[in-house]
């Protein structure tokens, strides 16, 4: 039986509403992951290190995407809960259109400066031509990335996650398959990574385009539009949070890679990329859970349903509590294992990366809290709470953290600098939630 945004929801339920989402971001986020095995275990750990020092730019331009589609969802599931059908497809085909305008004019830019942009990320000799090949080729098809960003949220409010999750399963497959035939069978390095890559965001992001320009069974279409400023920075100011969030994690990790190379060169490049790859990994349950109850969340607060908000919030924090829990145990008691997949064949490389995981482990017993409240305020429309949340948590205080905290600890500062960031942001989550409990009667 389908579930509807206007029902009550179980566990059982809420799972199931929420899984193909959550499955979603993990094959999307297993892009960079298989880009990672390939390159490090079959072009070398400088190749790897350039990797994994351009990719935050790339997710910083495409941080775009995430707004739109977060920020929009949550209007359009609101003004669907309204019952105003007609204009919930128009604002959905006007922001659409803004994301693939938008993206084509910064894609441009970055691609004549990315030398620059190489240079200015802290791209020694050894690595700089790695990292602007690598830089243009995936830059070139950022459009798609950033359609199949904002189709994440879009396509679970359009009650069609399962397709989203085929999308994402079938674009991470192809990308998985090219890595092996472009890296690996045919040996065309970090170029036949990028391209890998590059195949598969095309993927995950024209099909969404090509459903809904069709008549389809959904509750979504594009249909012709104009611009409706309005409507637009709503939505902006909604989606600020996750646009922050990414935007401020991009910028965190460049921080982080010219702390570490000044600590340990290219090593601790690559060992941060490992550490991130498992983030990805793990984050990817708790926005996917974020994106898949945005809608839940926007529905009912529009509809008015007080005592189901009541219900989901609840139930998301059990949820919540007993995944983090999960997630550090397996990151400690497999940091050695987890490690061996990407830098087996460096043991002093190995050493560092293992202790880093263990460390940076314990952040996610906090995270999961802090993604899923920016995600409850920007269900119920508040842009403002949501943005707080997500840049004190992805900037203000990682970036004291990163830059106090080796003063005194060394690298090992480094990776406690998240934890630390994450314990000081669910303290003002907290804050938060009880001075807005009357205002939204959850």
């Known amino acids: 039986m389908k579930i509807k945004l206007s029902d009550h929801f179980t566990y059982k339920s809420l799972l199931k509403f929420v899984l193909p989402t959550i499955f979603m971001m993990i094959v999307t986020s297993i892009y960079s992951i298989v880009d990672g095995f390939f390159v490090s275990n079959f072009v070398g750990k400088n190749a790897f290190a350039a990797v994994n020092l351009i990719f935050p730019i790339l997710m910083a331009v495409g941080a775009f995407g995430f707004m739109i589609g977060t920020g929009g969802s949550a209007l359009v599931a609101k003004t669907m809960g309204e019952g105003d059908r007609e204009k919930a497809n128009r604002y959905f085909s006007m922001m659409t259109y803004v994301v693939i305008i938008f993206s084509l004019a910064v894609s441009i830019i970055c691609f004549i400066f990315m030398p620059q942009i190489s240079r200015a990320l802290g791209a020694s000799d050894l690595i700089f031509a790695d990292c602007v090949l690598y830089g243009r080729i995936l830059i070139s098809v950022e459009c798609f990335f950033m359609l199949q960003n904002s189709f994440q949220s879009f396509l679970v409010t359009a009650g069609k996650a399962g397709l989203?999750?085929?999308?994402?399963?079938?674009?991470?497959?192809?990308?998985?398959?090219?890595?092996?035939?472009?890296?690996?069978?045919?040996?065309?390095?970090?170029?036949?990574?990028?391209?890998?890559?590059?195949?598969?965001?095309?993927?995950?992001?024209?099909?969404?385009?090509?459903?809904?320009?069709?008549?389809?069974?959904?509750?979504?279409?594009?249909?012709?539009?104009k611009i409706e400023l309005k409507a637009l920075g709503k939505a902006c100011l909604n989606g600020s949070s996750e646009m922050l969030t990414n935007l401020s994690n991009s910028i965190v990790s460049i921080l982080y890679n010219l702390q570490l190379i000044k600590l340990a060169a290219e090593d601790g490049i690559s060992a941060y990329g490992v550490v991130m790859y498992v983030s990805f990994i793990f984050m990817a349950f708790f926005f996917g859970y974020a994106i898949g109850v945005n809608p839940i969340i926007g529905y009912n607060y529009g509809a008015k349903n007080s005592n189901e908000l009541k219900n989901v919030l609840k139930k998301s924090l059990v949820l919540t509590s007993i995944v983090s829990i999960a997630m550090l145990t397996i990151a400690v008691t497999f940091s050695n294992p987890i490690s061996n997949?990407?830098?087996?064949?460096?043991?002093?490389?190995?050493?560092?990366?293992?202790?880093?995981?263990?460390?940076?482990?314990?952040?996610?017993?906090?995270?999961?809290?802090n993604i899923f409240s920016s995600a409850f305020f920007t269900g119920l429309n508040n842009g403002v709470v949501s943005a707080i949340i997500s840049f004190t948590r992805t900037l203000i205080f990682q970036v004291a953290a990163v830059m106090i905290l080796p003063i005194f600890l060394g690298i090992n500062g480094i990776w406690l600098a998240i934890t630390a960031a994450e314990s000081a942001t669910l303290i003002l989550t907290?804050?938060?939630?009880?001075?807005?409990?009357?205002?939204?009667?959850?």
């Open 341 to 369: 997949i990407f830098v087996e064949y460096d043991a002093q490389l190995h050493d560092m990366t293992s202790n880093a995981l263990k460390i940076y482990s314990f952040s996610f017993l906090f995270c999961g809290f």
């Open 164 to 225: 989203g999750l085929g999308i994402s399963i079938s674009a991470g497959l192809c990308n998985i398959i090219l890595d092996f035939l472009l890296v690996y069978v045919f040996d065309f390095g970090i170029a036949g990574a990028a391209a890998a890559t590059a195949f598969s965001q095309i993927v995950g992001g024209i099909i969404p385009v090509i459903y809904f320009a069709r008549k389809n069974d959904s509750l979504l279409r594009l249909v012709k539009t």
């Open 430 to 442: 907290i804050i938060f939630f009880i001075t807005n409990k009357k205002k939204y009667n959850y």
